[in-house]
Structures are given as structure tokens and as C-alpha cells.
């Protein structure tokens, strides 16, 4: 039995569906009701659990000579990979809004090589100024003037790479002169 097939394999011939469920809300009530610990409560900030993401210290261990890391992720989901131990190890998060961002950067081509990194490495952005999700172009532009529905159709513009209207861009304009808009474009 075969569960997943490389995507280059069956992409002539097959039509992939991606059902993606919202299952972390039951997730959370589960391990609540098991452990007795309310997820509401837990702290987000605990230095000890946030140090992991940039060294392995509070583990008790180093890492680096055996397995070439020096963060603590290895059995964190989606934190373990070389490519993203890289990205900790790169950008050293200090909160637990960098490690959502660095999450949405580590997915997707060219979303951190080739982009997000090579503004960070110039020192022209931090990782919690970059466009770490598509989410991020909406809540920017609302956050700086624009109306929300303008924002979401720039959004969906940009997320699907059809560009955008010169329009589009006036209004942009606009908002940057009243409201300080600042947009990097890497070329």
C-alpha cells in the first residue's frame, strides 16, 4: 500500500487532491482532556522552551559535532529538518510570532531561498517584517490605510503571481505618502 508518490511521478496522469482538514482545535481539547492541562494556560514565552530554537543547551546536550545542529528541534515537526534548523540557526527567534513566521517561510520555492533570506542577510528586513505568509500582504496594507476588501484582492492578486493593476499600484501609492508604506521588491 502507498499512501503519497512523489508529486513529479503522477502529475501527467493523475489529478491531485489535497483534502487539508482543520483538526488543531480537536487536537488541542483532546491533549487537554488528557493531560489535564488547560492549552489556554500554557505559557508562550517560557525562555527555557524558546531557547531550543537556537541552541540545544537547555536540553543538556550539544548537538553539533554528532548531528551538525546547534539548535534543540530535531523532534519538533516541521522544526527538525536540515533546511529549517538552517533557518533558526540563520535568523535565532526569540518569540513565538518569528517561529509562525519562520514556519510559513520554510514552505513554498523561493519563499526563503532566493527572497526572505537574502532581505534578512542585507539587514533590509527582519523576519518579522518579511512577507512570511500571504496573509501578511493583507494585514499589511490594512494595517497601513487600505480597505480591507482592496487589500484581499491585492492579496489573491500576488499569491497567484497575476500582478498587479495599475491601480492597484496608485492606491498602494497613495497610502504609502500618507501612511509610510514600505515595500521591498527583490528583482
Excluded at 115 to 138: G, Q, S, W
Amino acid at each position: 500500500m502507498t499512501t503519497h508518490f512523489d508529486y513529479h511521478v503522477i502529475h501527467d496522469d493523475l489529478v491531485k487532491l489535497d483534502a487539508l482538514g482543520h483538526d488543531d482545535p480537536t487536537f488541542l481539547k483532546m491533549l487537554s482532556d488528557l493531560t489535564g492541562v488547560e492549552y489556554k494556560n500554557i505559557k508562550m514565552d517560557d525562555k527555557e522552551t524558546m531557547s531550543i530554537f537556537s541552541s540545544s543547551k537547555a536540553l543538556g546536550v550539544d548537538l553539533s559535532s554528532e548531528l551538525r545542529t546547534t539548535v534543540g528541534t530535531l523532534g519538533i515537526p516541521e522544526f527538525g529538518t536540515q533546511f529549517v534548523r538552517g533557518m533558526l540557526e540563520e535568523t535565532k527567534p526569540k518569540t513565538f510570532a518569528a517561529l509562525v513566521r519562520i514556519s510559513g517561510l520554510s514552505h513554498g520555492t523561493d519563499v526563503w531561498l532566493n527572497n526572505a533570506r537574502d532581505l534578512i542577510a542585507a539587514k533590509k528586513a527582519t523576519v518579522d517584517e518579511v512577507i512570511a505568509c500571504r496573509d501578511d500582504i493583507m494585514n499589511y496594507l490594512i494595517q497601513k490605510g487600505l480597505d480591507k476588501k482592496h487589500s484581499f484582492f491585492i492579496m489573491e492578486k500576488v499569491r497567484k503571481g497575476k500582478g498587479l493593476a495599475s491601480e492597484d499600484e496608485d492606491e498602494m501609492k497613495k497610502i504609502k505618502y500618507q501612511n509610510g508604506l514600505s515595500i521591498h521588491v527583490k528583482k
